[in-house]
T-cell receptor, first 110, second 113 residues
Framework: KNEVEQSPQNLTAQEGEFITINCSYS?????LHWLQQHPGGGIVSLFM???GKKKHGRLIATINIQEKHSSLHITASHPRDSAVYIC????????????FGKGTLLTVNP | DAGVIQSPRHEVTEMGQEVTLRCKPI?????LFWYRQTMMRGLELLIY????????DSGMPEDRFSAKMPNASFSTLKIQPSEPRDSAVYFC???????????FGDGTRLSIL
């Protein structure tokens, strides 16, 4: 079993819909990252969080350390949000290695 | 400020050839990471450096792979000899410190024929 599991693998939405992508992990962590990758494109760091909630524009990331679970929400989704969203965990201590989920492919139709 | 710069963007070469991928991190960033992305395995860390010193190379597949960071502004990832299964997108990323977000380069798309 992978240490980082994302769901769903694929998600199709209509423009304007509220979107949730989930990430569960099975190890102790010091931080969790959400990354965005457009098709054929580079990778952008969206959030890095170790507790609570962070918001940036229409994106919100939450984490529950006790339940080993994080969610990425997109409000008022737009076709330009179509991308792969990747969850990654940093196990902590002095090792900053990231372990990645397989990603969620989001398609937002106009 | 310029982001992480990788070169080349694309590389196509024949099996057995030596391949060298290059990365220039963001100035002032002390951490540099090399990742590989494939359809089958997703993103994987190969190696990371702190202040030019390799810290964790447990993801380097085998002796054919080597990485160096001779100074704070330059790193290389070498594959010798290359094999078709090395075909992937290789990303370099840097961060100010280990507990800060990472900034990724645009990647090098490598095809080994």
């Amino acid at each position: 079993k992978n240490e980082v599991e994302q769901s769903p693998q694929n998600l199709t939405a209509q423009e304007g819909e509220f979107i949730t992508i989930n990430c569960s992990y099975s190890v102790g962590i010091s931080a969790l990252h959400w990354l965005q990758q457009h098709p054929g494109g580079g990778i952008v760091s969206l959030f890095m969080l170790s507790s609570g909630k962070k918001k940036h524009g229409r994106l919100i990331a939450t984490i529950n350390i006790q339940e080993k679970h994080s969610s990425l929400h997109i409000t008022a989704s737009h076709p330009r949000d179509s991308a792969v969203y990747i969850c990654a965990v940093q196990k902590g201590g002095s090792n900053y290695k990231l372990t990645f989920g397989k990603g969620t492919l989001l398609t937002v139709n106009p | 400020d310029a982001g992480v710069i990788q070169s080349p963007r694309h590389e196509v070469t024949e099996m057995g050839q030596e391949v060298t991928l290059r990365c220039k991190p963001i100035s002032g960033h002390d951490y540099l990471f090399w990742y590989r992305q494939t359809m089958m395995r997703g993103l994987e860390l190969l190696i990371y450096f702190n202040n030019n010193v390799p810290i964790d190379d447990s993801g380097m597949p085998e002796d054919r792979f080597s990485a160096k960071m001779p100074n704070a502004s330059f790193s290389t990832l070498k594959i010798q000899p290359s094999e078709p299964r090395d075909s992937a997108v290789y990303f370099c990323a840097s961060s100010f410190s280990g507990d800060q977000p990472q900034h990724f380069g645009d990647g090098t798309r490598l095809s080994i024929l």
